[in-house]
């Protein structure tokens, strides 16, 4: 099978040229002007950006939380993630623990708990992900550390898996405490793997949480007030400093507070392996939504912050201090008492009304998967905040980069996967729940005018998405066993 775009504009991380691309089989054959093929398929891509698909490095699919799940799971996550230009997602596998897990867990009962287990925390998100409909990577949650889970974190690169996520927040759940992590990196340091860090200030959330709740303050803003963005702020220092002085690089994930940038920007320049992600919720929203009667929509960890926030973070993509958006998929339904329709059958999944006495029975999460290229496209490229080559490399190659996939993903090179995006720059969307494949019941972006769409998007060449028709298939993705990543 043989397909032949012709005369679109190649738009990759560093160049923007026109050029016809080759594909074959699974792969790009070549890239050059007037190719041609004796039974290729053509696609006409004039008028159009060609780009490599989009590889999101943060979600949430099927996890469970708080007496729910995320109500999209690992084909419908990954159908959404394709109709807005995503074939590569990376969803983190929670690690069997004795700990209440408040995210979930792959616990096997009582009296089997407590191993730590990697191989069987990965076999069950194995599991869950056999429908997959695009191809899908894993990063470990390291939310116990003791000698026996040190040995075993080596063999997490034999099983493709080279990335391990640390909370500096959720004490007695998900955190371990600074030495623990500082152990981790220099055990990713000296196997080639990289910590990937979840910075608040787990002390001093579990000081205000109960206050809050004593004095009555139990609406969805005081979730924001009692995360405060300082604690994200002096966390990500602490990460980076025990980077330095561990020698290993780590990942800031979902950075929320301009004084990350600030963080990330100051131990960069020393020459700390430091590099970071926003999403696109930090960058549009504050605390102001949380205050809406709706706020429990925008409900997830860290908070939304504010317009300052939001300001410093866009220069930290303009400025390439911050190395990639990816979206922290976690959606939840706003009323999981009624059902949507999804793929022509009523679905109801309990949701954001589980907090709406207590907003720390709230589900954190939300939806993005879909939004993330559109709207970075509308409102990054478009208008003005950063380059069409920027927009490629935080959405796709620098990801493929940092986690090990590249040049197999996130590059439009012969010999890489046919992951492509055949985009409509001058295509205009009035975006939101109706326009979404996310299952859930809302949208962050209701009503949003987008210009510039994904038009077709091939996932190792085959075409999965065209127009608005979906053409792929439940069990079409395929897990990526990844290797060493790059230091950005
Ligand atoms: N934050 C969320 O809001 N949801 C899932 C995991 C996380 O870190
Ligand atoms: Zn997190
Ligand atoms: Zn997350």
Redesign the pocket.
Known sequence: MATLLKNGTLITASDTFQADILIEGETIRQIGKDLSHPNAEVIDAKGKLIMPGGIDPHT?FD?P?FGTVSSDDHYTGHKAAAFGGTTTVMDFVPLDSPLPAP?GGASRGEGQRGQGDFQYSVDQWMKKAEKAAIDYSFHMNLTDFNEKIAREIPFLMDMGITTLKVFTAYNGRLRIDDGSIFKALRIARDNGMLVMA?CENGDVIEALIPEALAAGNTSPEHHALTRPAPGAVEATLRLAAMAEEADAPVYIV?MNAGGEVDMLKYMRERGVKVMGETCPQYLFFTIGHLRRPDGAKWI??PPMRTEKDNSRLWEGLSEGIVQTVGT?H?PFFFDGTKPIVYEGSEITIPGKELGKDDFTKIP???PGIQDRMPVLWTYGVGAGRITPNQFVAYMSTNPAKIFGMYPRKGALVPGAEADIVIWDPQKKVRYGVAHSHQRTDYNLYEGWELTGYPDKVFLRGKLIVDGSEWKGSRGGGRFIKRGRGEIL
């Open positions: 949430h996890l939380m995210f979840h979902h997830c960890s922290d976690c954190n999460g939300l």
